[in-house]
């Protein structure tokens, strides 16, 4: 079967970095997405890797190995604001989206 | 509007009882998705429509019907509501015509269904 295993609650520092882990067990690979969503609202595109390697985008980085089934965003100088779920998805063979059931991140003063 | 609105934001319904979300969009997306969200699982998609006057089946399509009359409009019906139909509802859309393509959520209907 098809499957997205993330951690399912992390929590951090202000001001800290964190890494959420994403790996994946699919029929095929065509691309990898990571969404935001805040507590009673729709997930937010944060990120799509296709290729191996790491993708920047401000306090935002998003790292794909295709050959090990693994991603991580990565979240730097975190803010109360990121406080929120993570959803990793994953586009397999036929290009159907394949969604891990998200991780819950708790920001601490 | 701008992005993508549902209707309604919440609603109780007793069991038995026919119901119909509304979802529309003004982004001239091609596809476009019905999903629901349970606590502990991932998004689970119930249809998906590739393009106006196409839909397909995703995930967990029994209990629900969808049609696709125009590009703008993608409602979801439940013909005879049961509990566990009780759920968070997304509709979303992709300017392509798959889902490899970057997906835009609407705000959701909070369904209970008692």
């Known amino acids: 079967g098809q499957n997205i295993d993330q951690p399912t609650e992390m929590t951090a520092t202000e001001g800290a970095i964190v890494q959420i882990n994403c790996t994946y067990q699919t029929s095929g690979f065509n691309g990898l997405f990571w969404y935001q969503q805040h507590a009673g609202e729709a997930p937010t595109f944060l990120s799509y890797?296709?290729l191996d390697g790491l993708e920047e985008k401000g306090r935002f980085s998003s790292f794909l190995s295709r050959s090990k089934g693994y991603s991580y965003l990565l979240l730097k100088e975190l803010q109360m604001k990121d406080s929120a779920s993570y959803l990793c998805?994953?586009?397999?063979?036929?290009?159907?989206?394949?969604w891990g059931a998200g991780t819950k991140l708790i920001i601490k003063p | 509007i701008a992005g993508i609105t549902q209707a309604p934001t919440s609603q109780i319904l007793a069991a038995g009882r026919r119901m119909t979300l509304r979802c529309t969009q003004d982004?001239?997306?091609?596809?476009m998705y019905w999903y629901r969200q349970d606590l502990g699982l991932g998004l689970r998609l119930i249809h998906y429509?590739?393009?106006?006057?196409?839909?397909g089946k995703g995930e967990v399509p029994d209990g629900y019907s969808v049609s696709r009359a125009n590009t703008d409009d993608f409602p979801l019906t439940l013909a005879s509501a049961v509990p566990s139909q009780t759920s968070v509802y997304f509709c979303?859309?992709?300017?392509?015509?798959?889902?490899?393509?970057?997906?835009?959520f609407g705000p959701g209907t909070r369904l209970t269904v008692l």
């Open positions: 982004m001239r997306h091609n596809a």
């Open positions: 890797n296709v």
């Open positions: 979303a859309s992709s300017d392509g015509g798959g889902m490899g393509d970057t997906q835009y």
């Open positions: 998805a994953v586009v397999d063979s036929n290009y159907q989206l394949i």
């Open positions: 429509s590739n393009t106006a006057g196409t839909t």
